[in-house]
C-alpha cells in the first residue's frame, strides 16, 4: 500500500513537473523498462483534465458594459460631438443658475408617475443646494379612478455617486415587487446622463447585502432624448423573491416635461415602475 | 479598471469561468448565474481591482459561488444519493476522457476545485491556494489525491471493460 503511494507520488511528481532534469530522466528510463510502472505512468497521465473549449459563455455581450460618453456620441461625427460637448459645457451652468434662482423648483416630482405636478409643496424634494446623500422615497396615491391602484412602495434608501454605480437599499422584505409599484423620489439632474447603472439591493440580513437588481444605462440615441436597453441581472440567491423579475424587461425611459427619469419593470405579472434622484455633481 | 478593460476581461475569460463553474456544479444554469455574479463583482470592484489581477479576482469570486452552491445543494441531498453516486459504476463509457469526467464528477469539492484550476487554467500551486484560500502544500495534496483518485478510477473501470 505505501509502495503504491509512493510510486504515485513520484509520478505525480513526474507529471506536474517538479522533479529536476536529472530526477525526470532517472524515472521515465526507470518506466521504460517497466511494463507495469509504464501502465502506471500512463493512468496517471490520463488524468490530466482537458477543458472542453467547446464549451462557451454565451451571453457575453449581456455582460459588457458601454460608456455612456462614447455611445452617446456614436451616432455623430467627431465635429458633432465636439458642438455637443461644447453645448453641454455652457448649457449645464446655466440650467443650474436657472434652477437655483426659480421659485418653483421644476425638478420636484410627487404623484404617480403618470401624473406629475410639481408645484405641490408638500410632496416638493430637496433642492438642488440640499445635495442629499441619503433621502427617503415619497409615495403619494393616484388620483384617477382609470388608472390601476398604485401600491405603497417601500422605504428606499438610496446613495448615489458621480458616474458610478447607483446604490439602492430597502430594508428586508420591501422590495418585493407588486403590481402596478410607483416608487418616486423627488430631484433630478441632467448629470445623472452620466451614471452607467443602478443597482437595487436586498438589505436586512445580518452582515448581509443582496443584489436584487442591476440595471444597466444604455444611450443608443441622444443623450436627454431616450434612455433604453436596460437589462436585469438578479442574483440567484433571491430567485424565490424575484421570481416576478424573472425574464422581465427593465427600461428607462424619460418622463416627459421633466429632466427625471423612471424605471419601469414589466413582466407578464408584474408592472413597476421607479423614480430616481441622484445627488448632483460636485 | 477601465469598462474596455472590463470588456475585455469578459472576451477573455467569461468562457473560462463558465467552464470551471459548470465542471464543478454540473448545472448550466446555476453555471450562468455564476458568471454573471462573478462579472457582477468586478464591475462594482473595477476601481479596485486592477486588469493584472481581475483573472485570479474572478476566480475566486466563482470558487466561492460555487462552493456556496454545492453546500447548500448538500444540505438537501440525502445520505443514499451522496453514497451511490460516489461509489457507482454503472455507466458506460465510450473514451477514456469520459470516464476522466466522470470520475471528476465524485471528486470531493476541494479537490475537484484545485485540479480543474491546475488543469483548464494551467495555474501553480501559490495562484490556487490564493483563489481557494489553501497553503501551497494543501493546494498539492489535493492535487496529488485527486489525480489518485482519479488513476484508481481509470485502473478499476478499465478492469470492468
Redesign the interface.
Known amino acids: 500500500m505505501k509502495e503504491q503511494n509512493d510510486i504515485d507520488w513520484k509520478l505525480f511528481s513526474l507529471l506536474e513537473g517538479e522533479l529536476n532534469d536529472e530526477e525526470a530522466e532517472a524515472l521515465l528510463s526507470e518506466i521504460d523498462l517497466d511494463e507495469e510502472l509504464n501502465e502506471e505512468w500512463t493512468l496517471m497521465q490520463q488524468t490530466q483534465l482537458k477543458p472542453d473549449r467547446k464549451t462557451v459563455y454565451a451571453n457575453k455581450s449581456k455582460l459588457k458594459k458601454r460608456s455612456t460618453a462614447i455611445i452617446g456620441l456614436l451616432p455623430f461625427t467627431w465635429q458633432q460631438a465636439v458642438a455637443a460637448a461644447a453645448l453641454i459645457t455652457i448649457a449645464i451652468p446655466v440650467w443650474r443658475y436657472l434652477q437655483s434662482n426659480s421659485d418653483i423648483d421644476p425638478t420636484s416630482i410627487s404623484g404617480s408617475i403618470e401624473n406629475v405636478d410639481s408645484t405641490n409643496p408638500e410632496t416638493k424634494g430637496p433642492t438642488a443646494t440640499e445635495t442629499p446623500v441619503v433621502e427617503q422615497v415619497e409615495v403619494s396615491e393616484p388620483d384617477n379612478e382609470v388608472k390601476p391602484p398604485v401600491h405603497p412602495a417601500p422605504n428606499l434608501n438610496y446613495t448615489t455617486k458621480p458616474k458610478s454605480t447607483i446604490t439602492i437599499v430597502a430594508e428586508a422584505g420591501q422590495i418585493q415587487p407588486k403590481p402596478n409599484q410607483t416608487i418616486e423620489v423627488p430631484l433630478m439632474y441632467p448629470e445623472t446622463n452620466l451614471v452607467d447603472g443602478i443597482r437595487i439591493e436586498r438589505s436586512g440580513l445580518p452582515n448581509k447585502v443582496k443584489s436584487i437588481a442591476w440595471i444597466e444605462t444604455k444611450f443608443d440615441q441622444a443623450p436627454n432624448r431616450s434612455y433604453r436597453g436596460v437589462r436585469p441581472l438578479l442574483n440567484s440567491t433571491w430567485a424565490g423573491i424575484l421570481k416576478p423579475f424573472r425574464n422581465s424587461k427593465l427600461q428607462l425611459e424619460p418622463v416627459e416635461k421633466s429632466p427625471a427619469f423612471k424605471i419601469v419593470y414589466k413582466s407578464d405579472k408584474y408592472y413597476a415602475t421607479a423614480m430616481l434622484s441622484l445627488k448632483p455633481l460636485n | 479598471m477601465t469598462?474596455?478593460e472590463?470588456?475585455e476581461c469578459?472576451?477573455s475569460l467569461?468562457?473560462?469561468?463558465?467552464?470551471f463553474a459548470?465542471k464543478n456544479l454540473r448545472d448550466e444554469f446555476?453555471a450562468?448565474?455564476v458568471?454573471?455574479?462573478t462579472?457582477?463583482k468586478l464591475?462594482?470592484r473595477r476601481?479596485k481591482v486592477e486588469m493584472k489581477t481581475a483573472k485570479a479576482f474572478l476566480f475566486k469570486v466563482a470558487y466561492n459561488n460555487c462552493i456556496d452552491i454545492i453546500r447548500k445543494a448538500k444540505r438537501s441531498a440525502t445520505m443514499d444519493e451522496v453514497v451511490e453516486n460516489k461509489y457507482s459504476h454503472s455507466e458506460q463509457y465510450s473514451d477514456?476522457?469520459e470516464i476522466?469526467?466522470a470520475a471528476?464528477e465524485r471528486l470531493p469539492e476541494k479537490q475537484k476545485s484545485v485540479?480543474?484550476l491546475r488543469?483548464?487554467e494551467g495555474y501553480d500551486y501559490k495562484s490556487i491556494g490564493e483563489i481557494t484560500e489553501m497553503t501551497e502544500a494543501q493546494v498539492k495534496i489535493n492535487?496529488?489525491r485527486?489525480?489518485?483518485f482519479?488513476?484508481a478510477y481509470?485502473?478499476d473501470i478499465q478492469l470492468v471493460i
Open positions: 469598462t474596455t472590463y470588456n469578459v472576451d467569461s468562457d473560462g469561468i463558465f467552464r459548470l446555476e450562468e448565474n458568471v454573471q455574479n462579472f457582477e464591475w462594482v476601481e477514456t476522457m476522466v469526467n471528476v485540479v480543474i488543469d483548464y492535487i496529488f485527486a489525480r489518485k482519479l488513476k481509470l485502473k
